[in-house]
């Protein structure tokens, strides 16, 4: 009985232990991309948690205790309100004017062949991979060079620069994938191209556009390096943050951060939920 009872102990470990390696198979990938998100998500949580800080001095860095004046007075800081304005607009028309651009332009390369087009594309990329400290003192000595006094319009022009190559290539993708029998059967319906461009090509590619808007949008509103050596006096919030913290860093940054984060996600998730709507309705 005895080795009968250590065979079946020695059996149900075994099988245990197969159930726990098979476990382990099938949830490894998951357990692995739990840990990243929450290692690329810890300080985003810090960052939202010290926005209830009451600090008793003038540094943000040690928890105090809890308090709602902070979401109550945003903007008590002096200076923080203007900053995240100026920062608002330029993200605002420098990713319209780059979205347009950047799509004619990846309209240009993918449906036409002209002299210069793998230059064009060459050219695109550029942006791309080049460190942001080199575009930053490039453009400033080309300001520089021409007169032009550094403020919010050579920050536009720099954030416009730089977001065309993030748009043509976003935009690029969706054309990539695009059926062109849909617009060769709305000119046999006689269509105009005109009638083609904004009834079938623009409403199919706007997924893409509105992505590459978007992506512009994060993009300059974030930006720090050109706009650091372009700025001038205009201060953005970035540099609002990068001044303040040599001598104060107050809890309405975070609440700042905060809010930018949850218009962010907020935005990603209704666009989600969008596109999942559509797909349904096709299905």
Known sequence: MSAATSAAGFGAREGGLRRSLRFLRRNLLTGYAALALAYLFLPIGVVIAFSFNNPAGRFNYTWQGFTLDNWLHPFAYPGLGGALRISIEIAVLSSLAATVLGTLIALALVRYRFVGSGLT???????????????????????????????????????????????????????????????????????NEWTT???????????????????????????????????????????????????????????????????????????????????????
């Open 197 to 283: 461009f904004f009834r079938v090509t623009l409403p199919l590619i706007m997924p893409g556009i509105l992505a590459a808007a978007l992506l512009a949008f994060a993009l300059s509103i974030d930006d720090f390096v050109i706009t650091y050596f372009n700025a001038g006096s205009t201060t953005t919030f970035p540099l609002f943050v990068w001044g303040s913290a040599r001598v104060a860093v107050p809890p309405q940054i975070n609440v700042i951060g905060t809010m930018i984060f949850v218009v962010a996600v907020g935005g990603m998730l209704t666009s989600v939920v969008l596109k999942n709507r559509r797909a349904g309705r096709a299905g």
């Open 121 to 191: 594309n060459i050219l695109i990329f550029i942006p791309l991979t080049t460190p942001e400290i080199v575009l930053g003192a490039s453009l400033l000595a080309l300001f520089v060079h021409w007169g032009v006094p550094q403020g919010f319009l050579t920050i536009l022009i720099a954030h416009i620069m730089f977001n065309i190559s993030y748009v043509v290539v976003t935009v690029k993708a969706r054309l990539a994938g695009f059926d062109r029998h849909l617009e060769e059967a709305a000119m046999d319906l006689f269509a």
